[in-house]
């Protein structure tokens, strides 16, 4: 079927495709960044830095607004545009930052180190109970992060590697969300349909584009948590027991 206002897809239906009941989920993938993971607060992050350096941080405060400021410069802004594709590209998108962050300015590296530290990004805590079970109803599950580096040394400081079966990660496959070949491609190592398959992410433009390769998604609240981030309404859209 022709329909004259058609939606962009990355997918062809069957007619009987087309005919039939919309598919039961049976398989989730997940963003990272403030979806199953979240990075430690800025004011820990810096005396973390302090420890690092032995520089004293005596404002913390003024540190904040530095950074904020620092964002805003053109050659700043610019610096960050495709920081996720490699990892080379995000360590000079952190130091072209931090350089112009007059505590941070000499230290980079350190600044930048404490930014992909294992113990820098911590789950929600609703996040291994979600994880967990999924695994009991014999659910795959699956990462698609736009990301500068190797995230899973996060999740096996936080005991939770052995939940995901497959991590998609824009720094390793060269192209970032919502490129629909990101989410075909985790649903491809997992052996599962795309079409029984939900994304669940904090970004509608980046996790929704995953509708244009066949998925559903379902889209958090873009809000700065620290309790629970609210996966568990997730758990309602599978079909019984991963059936």
């Known amino acids: 079927m022709r329909a004259l206002f058609d939606l962009p897809a990355a997918y062809d239906l069957s007619a009987a495709e087309q005919d039939a009941p919309v598919p039961p989920v049976q398989a989730v993938l997940c963003d990272f960044s403030n979806t199953l993971f979240r990075m430690i607060g800025t004011d820990e992050w810096l005396r973390r830095i302090a420890a690092d350096t032995g520089r004293p941080l005596d404002d913390p405060a003024a540190v904040l607004a530095d950074l904020d400021a ?106 970032e969300k919502p490129a629909p070949e990101l989410f075909r491609t985790a649903c491809a190592r997992l052996g599962v349909d795309p079409r029984r398959t ?8 980046r996790d929704g584009g995953a509708v244009a390769a066949g998925l559903r998604a379902f889209v958090l609240a873009s809000e700065q948590r620290d309790g629970d981030r609210g996966l568990a309404a997730v758990l309602p859209l599978l079909s019984p027991a991963g059936a």
Do not use: K
Not at 110 to 123: I, K, L, N, T, Y
Not at 129 to 146: C, M, N, T
């Open 198 to 205: 939900v994304m669940v992410g904090d970004n509608p433009a």
């Open 70 to 175: 620092a964002a805003a410069e053109p050659e700043v802004a610019a610096a960050q545009e495709g920081r996720d594709l490699d990892a080379d590209a995000h360590v000079h998108a952190m130091r072209t930052w931090f350089a112009r962050v007059p505590y941070l300015a000499g230290i980079e590296d350190a600044a930048q180190a404490r930014v992909v530290a294992e113990d820098s990004w911590v789950p929600y805590p609703d996040t291994g109970p979600f994880l967990r079970s999924l695994a009991e109803r014999g659910v795959p599950v699956g990462v698609v992060s736009d990301i500068g580096w190797d995230i899973r040394g996060h999740a096996r400081a936080a005991g939770l590697d052995a939940l995901v079966g497959t991590w998609v990660l824009s720094c390793e496959e060269g192209r």
